[in-house]
T-cell receptor, first 112, second 115 residues
Framework: DAKTTQPNSMESNEEEPVHLPCNHSTISGTDYIHWYRQLPSQGPEYVIHGLTSNVNNRMASLAIAEDRKSSTLILHRATLRDAAVYYCILRDVSSGTYKYIFGTGTRLKVLA | DTGVSQNPRHKITKRGQNVTFRCDPISEHNRLYWYRQTLGQGPEFLTYFQNEAQLEKSRLLSDRFSAERPKGSFSTLEIQRTEQGDSAMYLC?????????????FGDGTRLSIL
């Protein structure tokens, strides 16, 4: 099973950038890296995804290492609404289908 | 914009009873997924459908669990003879078909509590 490793928790001050790391040393060549976040009492929310190149959207940026064995989700200016659990996930290559395997994620705390 | 809808939001039942949850995906999405999430853990994959075909079931899904997606639209997840360990949040997600880059859109889940 494709697996990711993330720190259990991180803290950031409001309006400062946040860099959330993820290690995925077993990634296959065609696996996309997806990031989701989950606020309390809600389902996960899609944030961003990428394959090889760095990606930007209105929510965040994704920086992918050249060897693709790690990636970093970047929130440029953290707000209190960004406090959530952030998940870095890969497609499960062993099954050949499209299920995702979530880890325990990183709980981000934003300090006012 | 209508997202993924799950009903009921909360279900409390006694051990041994049967329960059924419903998921209405985003209308043009032909893939539908079920996950289970316990406190402090990430979602665990249970099963997924492409249109009406159930293409994969997790080993976590015992014989007491069954899922259907008639006509490739809404889906139901039934748990028979519920046990204490079934208490969890049950999440549904949907996505478009295509390359694995298609993001999954999640509902807000059904929280099941077994007394």
């Amino acid at each position: 099973d494709a697996k990711t490793t993330q720190p259990n928790s991180m803290e950031s001050n409001e309006e400062e950038p946040v860099h959330l790391p993820c290690n995925h040393s077993t990634i296959s060549g065609t696996d996309y890296i997806h990031w989701y976040r989950q606020l309390p009492s809600q389902g996960p929310e899609y944030v961003i995804h990428g394959l090889t190149s760095n990606v930007n959207n209105r929510m965040a940026s994704l920086a992918i290492a050249e060897d693709r064995k790690s990636s970093t989700l970047i929130l440029h200016r953290a707000t209190l609404r960004d406090a959530a659990v952030y998940y870095c996930i890969l497609r499960d290559v062993s099954s050949g289908t499209y299920k995702y395997i979530f880890g325990t994620g990183t709980r981000l705390k934003v300090l006012a | 914009d209508t997202g993924v809808s799950q009903n009921p939001r909360h279900k409390i039942t006694k051990r041994g009873q049967n329960v059924t949850f419903r998921c209405d995906p985003i209308s043009e999405h032909n893939r539908l997924y079920w996950y289970r999430q316990t406190l402090g853990q990430g979602p665990e994959f249970l099963t997924y459908f492409q249109n009406e075909a159930q293409l994969e079931k997790s080993r976590l899904l015992s014989d007491r669990f069954s899922a259907e997606r008639p006509k490739g639209s809404f889906s139901t997840l039934e748990i028979q003879r519920t046990e204490q360990g079934d208490s969890a949040m049950y999440l549904c997600a949907s996505s478009l078909t295509g390359a694995q880059a298609q993001p999954q859109h999640f509902g807000d889940g059904t929280r099941l509590s077994i007394l």
